[in-house]
């Protein structure tokens, strides 16, 4: 069975890149929940051991991984819609097709395994062990309708990481006539205005329309010129810090969440358009370890909560809760490497049985409504691509 991504020449270095980043951004968002949604004991430290233990915590920002992954998403939808000269019927709806197929099937066995770490987690874990949000999430009734909305990708209570998909699923919706409006460089700037005037509303950050802009901004990234200052190496190695330690700096400020997103939002454009348009090749994200967990990242990444949550469960049964929370630093290693352990094996699982054939399934089908549409004329081979899908 052929891969999810069809690549040929100097496309596939780069595709392999993006695929790994997409890993590595899972990765932070999975140790960053094993650091964030338990309520650890708080041991004393001095000030160089409490700016050591900032440090090192603040670089597993999963809030800043989740943005990269929308503006890459916008960069790789764009480039699948790239190729045709023209946004037909038949170009949406094949675009639709392919979503639905790479969304909706693995995100129908995460809300199963969703509700079995629900079950375990009530059983075996006093209150107040879990911050705010994941206990109200594990309180919430699970009903009928409660399932028949989290099927629909509506509800996203069972599995927190869910919230992301339903903006993924928002934004794929709108998506086509979105890149129809960025492509045209009259309505460019226009566009891009009206996005961040509407990912500056204040309304609640889970509605997303804060990421209207990461959307935009990755669409952007494959209709630019491929020429870059001299200094964007430097620039994307900023952008890197910004990502990885935006919310360190602005954490004594109180800012609305949807500042450092959208600070976020430009670092990442950065960062991706560095990678897009300057061919630089990184050996670490052309390994083949890093490029499979890219892969897998998916998988990883809607299913590592409830795993987590299982593991975690396991071992304050087995060890004693207050065991656990009383040595943050061991057991934040330790749930988050098993944690890392068992979701990439059930992700390559549920990758091979039930991912990439069903993937391939709606790419013939979206395929076949393409047979009588003529791609664009002039394009580039790297726009040219018939890509990856994008999915945190």
Request: proline share 5%.
């Amino acid at each position: 069975m052929s891969s999810v991504t069809e690549t040929s020449g100097t496309e596939r270095n780069y595709l392999h890149q993006l695929t790994s980043l997409r890993g590595v951004a899972c990765l932070v968002v999975l140790f960053g929940h094993a650091i964030q949604v338990f309520r650890y004991s708080n041991p004393q430290r001095n000030a160089p051991q409490a700016a050591v233990h900032d440090i090192v915590t603040y670089a597993f920002n999963a809030e800043a991984a989740v943005v990269l992954f929308f503006v890459l998403s916008g960069c790789v939808l764009s480039l699948s819609l790239r190729k045709y000269a023209h946004m037909t019927g038949r170009v949406i709806g094949s675009f639709y097709i392919k979503r639905v197929f790479r969304i909706y099937p693995l995100l129908w066995f995460s809300i199963g395994l969703a509700i079995i770490s629900m079950v375990i987690a009530r059983g075996w874990v006093a209150d107040g062990v879990f911050v705010g949000w994941l206990a109200r999430n594990l309180q919430t009734p699970i009903s009928i309708r409660n399932t028949i909305m989290s099927v629909a990708g509506v509800f996203t209570r069972y599995n927190g990481p869910m919230w992301s998909l339903r903006v993924e699923l928002m934004y794929s919706v709108a998506f086509p006539f979105l890149f129809w409006l960025v492509r045209a460089p009259r309505f460019r700037l226009a566009t891009l205005c009206v996005l961040a005037a509407i990912a500056l509303l204040p309304v609640p950050h889970e509605v997303g329309t804060v990421f209207a802009l990461s959307f935009g901004v990755g669409a952007l990234i494959p209709l630019l010129p491929a020429t870059l200052p001299p200094r964007h190496g430097l620039y994307a190695l900023i952008a890197l810090a910004v990502l990885l330690y935006d919310r360190y700096a602005l954490a004594g400020l109180n800012l609305p969440e949807r500042i450092p997103d959208m600070i976020e939002t430009a670092a990442a454009f950065v960062l991706i358009r560095d990678l897009y348009a300057s061919g630089r090749q990184y050996r670490v994200l052309l390994s083949r370890p890093v490029i499979a967990i890219g892969e897998l990242s998916y998988g990883i990444y809607l299913l590592h909560l409830p795993i987590m949550l299982i593991v975690f469960s396991v071992g304050g049964h087995v060890l004693g809760t207050s065991a656990l929370l009383s040595h943050p630093s061991l057991t934040q290693a330790g749930v988050g490497i098993v944690t890392v352990v068992l979701t990439t094996a059930l992700a390559a699982m549920t990758y091979n049985v039930l991912e990439l054939p069903l993937h391939n399934l709606g790419r013939r089908l979206g395929n076949a409504m393409l047979v009588t549409v003529s791609p664009a004329r002039t394009i580039s081979p790297r726009q040219g691509a018939d890509t990856h899908v994008s999915r945190i």
